[in-house]
């Protein structure tokens, strides 16, 4: 990775299989982190409050994770804005890019974090959270909403530093998140030393600790490093989101919110059809979600990564480089998912023993379903990559098209449809029939679609001056850090 004038990262030069490498395992390390944090989280709540508390927290996050979804897509939308100015070396229009989303992100956040605290119960009653779990689930979740725009901010920033080229940064500021999290979690939850006995809401509290230092530290440690999308002085009056700018956010982030929002209703849709199959199968399935969690880090990374390198090289012209990456990430998924495909096959009887007990009758359903299913990993890996570099150029609605066929009317069809036939392994057989519809609209998209046309550019500085000297309100007052 190239380090070029104001501390950019420069991904438009150099070799482009090392800069891919050493760009995606820095993102993979968040990946792992976060996923890691959940667990450790959970294992707290689980032991110190018992099975209703876990059950609660489940429900929460996940509201919170449709949540997360709006500012994924948002900050998506931000990165390809930020890449491409990077690219085409205008560090100015990627700061505007970055101040509008901050701004946007920060504004909704605050309005979201409002109305769930006031509405967090009716909103777990109409997700039918069990009577005994409802209480709990409902002091948690206030907590989590008040930590919501400290978390978008945080979640922002570190897909705003990605899209400049660096991902080193934020794993460090992961790691700090994750180390504050899990450590305050028990003091808070059984309120030992100085800190007061706050329950389940000690666990929501910790996150919003963690998060608020995390986000504070970073646009600290942003400014006194002079890190590429800081913003000092007059830049501040770019947290005043522009309209042009704003309108383009929302056009983009709003398909690729909706794609959460896909994967979420298909996730639960087959939830719903496995949980008619018994408890042993619900268990095995739900085990089983665990490791993919873990199986699709690489592919998530490495599409990051090539989405981040084709918005640079697509802002400065270069066409060749863009499939040149396209491909070296495809084969990178091949290697690095391939490796989790095996392992997680191979030693499937020893990590399912981690979570269930030897004479479990889940074990075997949870190997049939890996046996049949996880090997589909690598396709969703190729899929992620050739998405990326769409999306690099704007191009959004393609994927969700294509996502939207593959996981509604292809695998849940498939695995309707087909139980008559193949019996519970209609089931799993849904995931690699939907990854395949995926992978190839995906390549047939990228091949043959209008993905190349036209890029998505931040406004000229003169259309941002004309925009800020309009607004009376100053932004000063607007923070990344708050």
Not at 64 to 84: C, H, K, N, R, S
Not at 117 to 131: K, Q
């Amino acid at each position: 990775m190239i380090v070029a004038a104001h501390g950019k990262q420069d991904l438009t030069t150099g070799p482009i299989g090392s800069t891919l490498l050493a760009f995606a395992l820095p993102t993979l390390g968040s990946n792992i982190l976060q996923s890691l944090n959940g667990s450790i989280n959970a294992i707290w709540v689980g032991r110190f409050l018992g099975e209703t508390a876990l059950a609660a927290t489940s429900n929460a996050n996940i509201i919170m994770f449709l949540m997360f979804g709006a500012v994924f897509g948002f900050g998506m939308a931000a990165t390809i804005l930020i890449g491409q100015s990077w690219g085409r070396g205008d560090v100015d229009g990627a700061r505007r890019a970055f101040g509008t989303a901050l701004g946007l992100v920060f504004l909704i956040s605050l309005v979201v974090a409002a109305a769930g605290w006031a509405f967090s119960h009716d909103i777990l009653v109409l997700l039918a959270t069990p009577g005994e779990a409802l209480p709990l689930a409902d002091d948690y979740l206030r907590v989590i909403f008040l930590s919501l725009p400290a978390a978008m901010m945080l979640v922002l920033a570190m897909m705003g530093l990605r899209g400049s080229g660096d991902s080193l940064t934020p794993l460090w500021f992961m790691v700090v998140a994750v180390v504050i999290d899990t450590g305050l979690n028990p003091l808070l939850i059984l309120g030992i030393g100085p800190f007061p006995r706050m329950g389940i809401a000690g666990s929501a509290m910790a996150t919003l600790i963690a998060n608020a230092v995390a986000v504070i530290g970073l646009a600290a440690y942003m400014n006194r490093r002079d890190l590429p999308i800081r913003l000092k002085r007059a830049e501040m009056r770019y947290l005043i989101p522009a309209r042009d700018l704003s309108r383009t956010i929302v056009a983009k982030g709003l398909p690729i919110g909706a794609q959460m929002l896909v994967i979420s209703v298909s996730g639960l849709a087959m939830v719903g059809l496995v949980n008619r199959e018994g408890v042993a199968t619900a268990a095995a399935y739900g085990v089983t979600l665990q490791l993919w969690a873990y199986v699709q880090m690489p592919a998530l990374a490495i599409g990051a990564a090539v989405s981040a390198m084709a918005a640079q090289n697509i802002g400065a012209g270069l066409w060749d480089r863009v499939g040149r990456i396209t491909g070296i990430g495809i084969l990178y998924n091949l290697a690095m998912t391939g490796v989790m495909v095996v392992a997680v096959l191979w030693f499937d009887r020893t990590v399912l023993g981690l979570f269930l007990g030897e004479d479990s009758a889940a074990i075997p359903i949870a190997s049939r379903i890996g046996l049949i299913a996880t090997w589909s990993f690598i396709f969703f890996g190729a899929t992620m990559v050739l998405f990326g570099t769409v999306r690099a150029n704007g191009a959004v609605w393609g994927p969700l098209v294509i996502l939207v066929v593959a996981l509604l009317p292809v695998r849940l069809g498939i695995a309707a449809l087909l139980r008559p036939a193949l019996g519970i392994d209609a089931l799993w057989w849904s995931f690699p029939a939907s990854s395949f519809v995926n992978l190839a609209g995906a390549v047939l998209y990228y091949r043959y679609g209008p993905w190349r046309r036209g890029r998505i550019l931040a406004q000229p500085p003169e259309a941002c001056d004309e925009q800020a000297q309009s607004v009376a309100e100053p932004a000063g007052m607007l923070r990344p850090a708050k």
